[in-house]
């Protein structure tokens, strides 16, 4: 006659779900495939994985609104993203566009340099300018802004003043 096995009850369930993720974690899988495949090194902890571990269905933890949502969150809480494919092309592609970005990044802190070194010469050039305004104007001291070449008019005669202007 045939038997009927009996249901088990969610808790079991759930708990043969752990148990077997726990294995997995551990390197040590019962299943045969799974054993080979940590033996080589390329076993990935996922929800198919851990179905096959516990010998479940995957449907019981593969979904949002599974039935064990427990167990679902442990095992992507294990699960490592998925690598991002790229060819070469796309990597070349990539890199040359972020080559491009700091060129250009390059050549505008070059302009700028270069505009606020000019601009330094010309404050410095202004500066030596004032500098020597205010030399002369030290050197000239307190004479009289209206005398000419050396002749103070409040001591020289009238005579000498029409024969200065009127040579110059």
């Known amino acids: 006659m ?22 997995l974690v551990d390197g040590q899988p019962a299943d045969p495939d799974l054993a080979k ?5 390329t076993l990935k ?23 064990y949502p427990r167990v679902r969150a442990a095992v992507l809480s294990y699960a490592k993203p998925p690598a ?12 040359r566009k972020e080559n491009a970005e700091l060129r250009r990044s390059i050549k505008l802190a070059r ?9 330094m010469e010309r404050v410095k050039h202004e500066a030596d300018r004032e500098v020597l305004a205010a030399q002369r104007r030290a050197q000239r001291g ?14 020289a005669s009238p005579a000498t003043l029409s024969l200065v202007r009127a040579s110059g």
């Open 142 to 155: 307190n004479r009289d802004p209206n005398e000419i070449a050396g002749v103070r008019p409040k001591t």
């Open 2 to 23: 045939h038997r009927r096995r009996e249901r088990p009850t969610s808790g079991q369930v759930e708990r043969e779900f752990m148990e077997a993720l726990q294995r």
């Open 111 to 119: 302009e700028t340099t270069v505009a606020v070194i000019r601009r």
């Open 84 to 95: 991002k494919v790229t060819s070469k092309v796309e990597i070349n592609r990539r890199l």
């Open 45 to 67: 902890i996922n929800v198919s994985t851990v179905a096959k571990e516990a010998g479940r269905s995957r449907t019981l933890v593969s979904h949002d609104g599974c039935a």
């Open 37 to 41: 495949k940590a033996r080589s090194g």
